[in-house]
């Protein structure tokens, strides 16, 4: 928590004041401050545990303790980031022996910190949250995502996007993995689901749905971990319909 609220603090203050952007793609960009906000994470981190293993975004992979590691996004919606649009975020996972046991997202400019450990809820700030109790696809407000390489790929959402626009209330796209996920968890969302994504978009934010009550699989409902591309969150209710809509891709 601690981590995130130095990297948030740091995105807060440096909101429009973007001086350098690098594209990783085609339209896939990073910004100076997303390093910045990586190297105060890292520090922080490794001063507390210096032995152990650290994945973050933009530096790649530290080695250290097999045991444990770090999963970090110090900038979870750099596009948004980049353009002045506040929804973007900070995202810790910390992965013991290959389970993520404890994770946190933080929003710097709501004041939203997201948090969870494995066996003991889900909370936002000193609150415990849950997933909503909707029950119907119809009745759903779903969140989604856009692949980086869209441009490129057949596999590109927009008929998924097609179908539960025709099957649920409404969908939003609003740019934040993690805060997408951590929205299903409080139940401003009832489902959400995403391709082409990393270990650092979705590793604390599966902790936080699962602590609150809810189910994260992949898309054909198989077991997730971070390491898989596709996502698929809900509040449980509605799992199995969302389930029905992907099959069909």
């Known amino acids: 928590m601690e981590a995130a609220l130095e990297g948030g603090a740091l995105l807060k203050r440096s909101l429009g004041k973007v001086r350098s952007i690098d594209y990783k ?3 896939n960009i990073v910004t100076d401050i997303d390093k910045k906000s990586e190297i105060v ?10 032995g152990h293993a ?3 975004e933009e530096g790649g992979s530290l080695t250290g303790s097999c045991e444990y590691k770090w999963i970090i996004d110090p900038l979870d919606g750099t596009t948004n980031f980049a353009h002045s649009f506040p929804f973007f975020g900070v995202s810790i996972a910390l992965e013991r022996d290959g389970e993520i046991v404890v994770g946190v997202v933080y929003d710097p400019i709501k004041g939203e910190m997201f948090s969870a450990e494995t066996g003991k809820g889900s909370y936002l700030n000193s609150k415990k949250i849950k997933v909503s109790g909707i029950k119907k696809l119809s009745q759903s407000l779903l969140a989604t995502g856009f692949s980086y390489g869209v441009q ?6 927009v008929e998924n996007f097609r179908r539960f626009l025709k099957r649920a209330m409404a969908i939003r796209r609003a740019g934040s993995a993690a805060l ?3 929205y299903v968890a409080c139940g401003r969302f009832d489902g959400y689901w995403e391709m082409d994504l990393h270990p650092w978009d979705t590793a604390a934010g599966m902790l936080v749905v699962n602590e609150a009550g809810g189910i994260v699989t992949k898309c054909d409902g198989s077991q997730y971990t971070p390491y ?5 969150a809900s509040n449980n209710y509605i799992h199995n319909k969302m389930i029905e809509v992907l099959s069909y891709s």
Request: one cysteine or more.
């Open 180 to 182: 997408d996920l951590c």
């Open 54 to 56: 650290i994945l973050a």
């Open 41 to 50: 994470i890292v520090k922080k981190i490794r001063r507390a545990f210096p």
């Open 152 to 157: 490129d790929t057949e596999d590109d959402n």
């Open 25 to 27: 793609g085609a339209i």
């Open 228 to 232: 898989n591309k596709n996502i698929l």
